[in-house]
């Protein structure tokens, strides 16, 4: 009887050993005292179900279920949700799902402030910011941050008209798009940044395209007309200013010739005057002479031989006869 005694202790012993075995196994197996936080996660630790710390990347230790469990969010990934279109998964190019889809069309189909339908498909692009909230304030994240999206989309294309929502205001609404989504999660405490919004199509209903396209290139018509005129003025006034200044300047040297000469004339004038009143008929006689010489200086004189006839002359001021 002992025998058997000592032979159940030693069976008792062993098996218990072994349940600890096969627990440290599958411990190990579950993956142990340790963890690893990848460059662009961070580590979320739970302790009896609450959150405890927060980590940064690389190996790190923690007690095993169900005291503790880790959550390895990645924090430093910029994701995107796609309303109104999907990218095929495993397509190379990328293919896409777009309005021809009827589910895209219902989610990309909206009314703009002028009570127009368009079809307008947007990427948004966000990051988290705090891993734990991010987790644990709200369910289904992604689900959640599209349901925000879709809205905040469909009330700022509703607050413009349809011309801005196809050509000239699509940078405001992606701007306003944005910070509502922005102001949105935060009220939930999403714990998220949203870092773009994106509108990657914007077209009017299929049945009235062709009505579009052509108010489009009437619009593109009178841009490019602007700006040829633009283009024409921003010649001609720069060569008009120059030619003005050209004149102005032409004039006023005209102006200082005829008042320094005038100037000068009247000096001389009193000059001479002056000379005159100190000896009157010498002054005429210069006066006369220089005259005479101005005359003649210029004057072309000719003296004919009356008794030759008419035939033979003689230049004095040339010298010669003919």
Not at 34 to 46: A, D, K, S
Not at 143 to 167: C, F, Q
Not at 306 to 312: N, P, Q, Y
Request: charged letters at 25%; proline letters at 4%; aromatic letters at 6%.
């Amino acid at each position: 009887m002992k025998v058997i005694r000592v032979h159940r202790g030693l069976s008792a012993r062993k098996l218990k050993y072994i349940l600890i075995g096969v627990a440290l196994l599958v411990w190990l197996l579950a993956g142990g005292p340790f963890y690893t936080v990848g460059p662009e996660e961070e580590g979320v630790v739970l302790t009896l179900g609450r959150h405890t710390s927060t980590v940064g990347p690389g190996f790190h230790l923690k007690f095993p279920w169900p005291i503790q469990k880790v959550y390895t969010p990645a924090v430093g990934v910029v994701r995107r949700i796609e309303l109104g279109f999907r990218t095929i998964p495993g397509t190379d190019p990328p293919r896409f799902r777009g309005f021809d889809d009827p589910e895209m069309l219902n989610e990309a189909q909206m009314l703009t402030g002028d009570e127009n339908i368009v079809n307008c498909s947007v990427i948004i692009q966000y990051r988290i910011s705090d891993a734990s909230a991010y987790l644990f304030n709200v369910r289904n994240q992604e689900e959640t941050l599209r349901d925000i999206a879709e809205a905040s989309i469909r009330l700022v294309v509703g607050d413009n008209a349809i011309d801005a929502v196809l050509t000239t205001g699509k940078v405001e609404i992606m701007d306003r798009i944005r910070d509502m989504v922005q102001e949105v999660s935060e009220d939930y405490g999403m714990g998220i940044i949203v870092v773009a919004v994106q509108i990657m199509d914007v077209q009017p209903p299929e049945q009235v395209s062709a009505a579009f396209k052509d108010v489009a290139t009437a619009r593109e018509d009178m841009q490019s007309y602007i700006n040829q005129a633009e283009g024409y003025r921003n010649e001609k006034i720069p060569n008009a200013r120059a030619d003005s200044i050209s004149t102005v300047n032409s004039a006023l040297g005209y102006r200082a010739r005829r008042v320094n000469k005038a100037i000068g004339d009247a000096s001389r004038f009193l000059a001479v005057a002056e000379e005159y009143g100190k000896s009157p008929e010498v002054t005429a006689v210069r006066l006369q002479l220089e005259a005479l010489s101005d005359v003649l200086d210029s004057a072309r004189v000719t003296v004919v031989d009356a008794s030759a006839g008419a035939l033979t002359h003689y230049d004095l001021v040339g010298g010669g006869s003919r």
